[in-house]
Antibody, heavy 116, light 109 residues
């Protein structure tokens, strides 16, 4: 069955760039929309953006100036970069698969803390 | 931006009782674009309901969704111990593409 796994540094310094990768296993990335969602500790869910395997993207306007999502179909991976991070970007970051306007498959999530 | 407001914030019930969770949208949402998720501590959300009323694969028929326009409801017919969790509604719209409600915590009374 298809599984998603996030990877990347758990600690990022303020003003630096957060970088995460999601590896898709058990299936091809070459279909569906692939998404990043985050959840600050004790708070709700925020959609960050998505990418189609072709490279087409769409971002949350609240983060658009700082976000880049890319895809590497040869590695079955997609990635998130969030620049100029602050403590407000501390959150559990999830990658997920979008099917028919909802998210049917999620990674386990990875906590990223922004601190010096 | 379509804002989803969930109520109540916390719902205290006992196993065997019926739970009714509300999700109200600031603008009309197509039923096709409304989903519900369950999240337990330390876990990723799990898709329960999509298209307002269709159960996702493997979801118990104790869970049902209904509603249209701006008012949607998730009902759990008879609570089991594993149902106590946080529930989120989510919609697909224009910009941003996706928004979530703030969540309803279902706790054991």
């Amino acid at each position: 069955q298809v599984q998603l796994q996030e990877s990347g540094p758990g600690l990022v310094k303020p003003s630096e760039t957060l970088s995460l990768t999601c590896t898709v296993s058990g299936g091809s990335i070459s279909s569906y929309y692939w998404t990043w969602i985050r959840q600050p500790p004790g708070k709700g869910l925020e959609w960050i953006g998505y990418i189609f395997y072709s490279g087409r993207t769409n971002y949350n306007p609240s983060l658009k100036s700082r976000v880049t999502i890319s895809v590497d179909t040869s590695k079955n991976q997609f990635s998130l970069k969030l620049s100029s991070v602050t403590a407000a970007d501390t959150a559990v970051y999830y990658c997920a698969r979008e099917v028919s306007w909802n998210f049917d498959l999620w990674g386990r999530g990875t906590l990223v803390t922004v601190s010096s | 931006e379509i804002v989803l407001t969930q109520s109540p914030g916390t719902l205290s019930l006992s196993p065997g009782e019926r739970a009714t969770l509300s999700c109200r949208a600031s603008q009309s949402v197509s039923s096709t674009y409304l989903a519900w998720y369950q999240q337990k501590p330390g876990q990723a959300p799990r898709l329960l309901i999509y298209g307002s009323s269709s159960r996702a694969t493997g979801i118990s028929d104790r869970f049902s969704g209904s509603g249209s326009g701006t008012d949607f409801t998730l009902t759990i017919s008879s609570l089991e111990p594993e149902d106590f969790a946080v529930y989120y509604c989510q919609q697909y719209g224009s910009s941003p593409r996706y928004t979530f409600g703030q969540g309803t915590k279902l706790e054991i009374k």
